[in-house]
């Protein structure tokens, strides 16, 4: 089997796939045929790029095929739900709202908002700022695990082949360091 026979194959069964995405579609929005075209063209772009990547072996292609279809109707359910819920979630990011139209309470609450995340901000400057000047050693090792092994003290392990106490005792140390450094700033009494 070539690649094109089968793309034909999931092709033909157009009809199957419109039926999918207004299923799939009245499910999450209670609507009809607001994302149809949208959905489907995704779709066959997906579709397109993974048989592209696959070598143009009858083998291979019987594998990709039998992904998606079983011989008798497609298997993609799981798929194009997927692909519409990521859909509604990008479109449902940004959102606009008309700031005159919220009451003095909402206006507070969203300064509220702002100025908490600048303290944010801060005190993550000040943290980094502050574990910049630790030693070279509990510098990387715990950067490593702020940003690429939170709560992940095993793999951490395996990946830079050093012991778990000995991470757990330098993140504990760091922590320690940290927290003295700062309580009197930021912490409630």
Same mark, same amino acid.
Request: hydrophobic content about 30%; proline content about 1%.
């Given at each position: 089997?070539?690649?094109?026979?089968?793309?034909?194959?999931?092709?033909?069964?157009?009809?199957?796939?419109?039926?999918?995405?207004?299923?799939?579609?009245?499910?999450?929005?209670?609507?009809?045929?607001?994302?149809?075209?949208?959905?489907?063209?995704?779709?066959?772009?997906?579709?397109?790029?993974?048989?592209?990547?696959?070598?143009?072996?009858?083998?291979?292609?019987?594998?990709?095929?039998?992904?998606?279809?079983?011989?008798?109707?497609?298997?993609?359910? #799981?798929? @194009?739900?997927?692909?519409? +819920?990521?859909?509604?979630?990008?479109?449902? *990011?940004? /959102?606009?709202?008309?700031?005159? %139209?919220?009451?003095?309470?909402?206006?507070?609450?969203?300064?509220?908002?702002?100025?908490?995340?600048?303290?944010?901000?801060?005190?993550?400057?000040?943290?980094n700022d502050y574990v910049d000047?630790?030693?070279?050693?509990?510098?990387?090792?715990?950067?490593?695990?702020?940003?690429?092994?939170?709560?992940?003290?095993?793999?951490?392990?395996?990946? #830079?082949? @050093?012991?778990?106490?000995? +991470?757990?005792?330098?993140?504990?140390?760091? *922590?320690? /360091?940290?927290?003295?450094?700062? %309580?009197?700033?930021?912490?409630?009494?």
């Amino acid at each position: 089997m070539t690649k094109k026979e089968a793309l034909k194959i999931i092709w033909d069964n157009y009809d199957e796939i419109k039926t999918l995405v207004e299923r799939i579609e009245y499910n999450y929005t209670r609507k009809k045929g607001m994302y149809h075209e949208d959905l489907t063209h995704d779709l066959y772009v997906k579709i397109q790029n993974e048989i592209d990547k696959i070598e143009d072996k009858p083998a291979e292609v019987q594998k990709f095929l039998d992904r998606f279809y079983n011989g008798q109707s497609l298997n993609i359910y #799981t798929t @194009l739900k997927n692909m519409f +819920i990521d859909k509604l979630r990008r479109e449902n *990011k940004y /959102k606009r709202f008309d700031y005159t %139209k919220l009451s003095k309470r909402e206006k507070q609450n969203i300064i509220q908002e702002s100025i908490d995340q600048d303290f944010d901000e801060t005190i993550l400057k000040d943290v980094n700022d502050y574990v910049d000047t630790f030693y070279w050693f509990d510098k990387k090792l715990f950067n490593l695990y702020r940003y690429e092994f939170k709560e992940h003290k095993t793999l951490m392990s395996n990946e #830079t082949k @050093l012991s778990i106490s000995t +991470i757990y005792r330098t993140v504990k140390r760091c *922590k320690v /360091k940290i927290r003295n450094k700062f %309580k009197d700033k930021y912490y409630e009494r």
